[in-house]
Nanobody
Framework: QVQLAESGGGLVQPGGSLRLSCAASGSISRIYVMGWYRQAPGKQRELVAAITNGGGTNYADSVKGRFTISRDSAKNTVNLQMNSLKPEDTAVYYC??????????????WGQGTQVTVSS
């Protein structure tokens, strides 16, 4: 069984910063792409940032220059450093990863989500 667990959400004022972390656990052989998605009320879930196992990154235009994604392959973790936060960044943030499991083959996994609220 493979699980993703997020942490680090919360309430922050506009212009502030937050750091989200996600740890993958279970019978993991290899992790390919890891990423962060978000879903605001009444809106579709959207990609925020993704990073390959080779270190290549991709960002949504709305967060370029403000958010930075990173990963620690030895620890099976991915982080999202969010700076200069805006009220429109308010959403539930989900960790996502393509993982090769010892017993289940390669599947796509989601975390349970963590709330980020940007408000004064």
């Amino acid at each position: 069984q493979v699980q993703l667990a997020e942490s680090g959400g919360g309430l922050v004022q506009p212009g502030g910063s937050l750091r989200l972390s996600c740890a993958a656990s279970g019978s993991i052989s290899r992790i390919y792409v890891m990423g962060w998605y978000r879903q605001a009320p009444g809106k579709q879930r959207e990609l925020v940032a993704a990073i390959t196992n080779g270190g290549g990154t991709n960002y949504a235009d709305s967060v370029k220059g403000r958010f930075t994604i990173s990963r620690d392959s030895a620890k099976n973790t991915v982080n999202l450093q969010m700076n200069s936060l805006k009220p429109e960044d308010t959403a539930v943030y989900y960790c996502n990863a393509d993982i090769l499991s010892t017993y289940l083959g390669t599947k796509n996994y989601w975390g349970q989500g963590t709330q980020v609220t940007v408000s004064s």
